[in-house]
């Protein structure tokens, strides 16, 4: 059940009163803070993967052209 708009109202009112805007504004620009930093955590560790990926396929490159290489001197 959602709750309606007057009962919203109130919750918020008794929110702020209990914790004060500073404390409110201090945590929500904390949780912002650590949202953005997750963000920036999970992009960092995909690119670190992709760039795994591609220095294990410049690997298998590099070996496959050096056995190439290698059986064109033989």
């Known amino acids: 059940m959602m ?3 007057p009962q919203l109202l109130i919750l918020i009112a008794v929110v702020v ?3 004060g805007t500073k404390k409110l504004r201090s945590l ?3 949780l912002g ?3 953005k930093g997750f963000k920036k ?3 960092d560790d995909d ?3 992709k760039k ?3 220095n294990s396929q410049k690997v298998e490159n590099i070996d496959s052209s050096d056995s190439n290489n290698h059986n064109k001197k033989e």
């Open 3 to 5: 709750p309606s708009l």
């Open 17 to 19: 009163l209990l914790f």
């Open 28 to 30: 929500g620009s904390d």
């Open 33 to 35: 803070a650590s949202i």
């Open 41 to 43: 955590a999970m992009s």
């Open 47 to 49: 690119n670190d993967g």
């Open 52 to 54: 795994e990926f591609d």
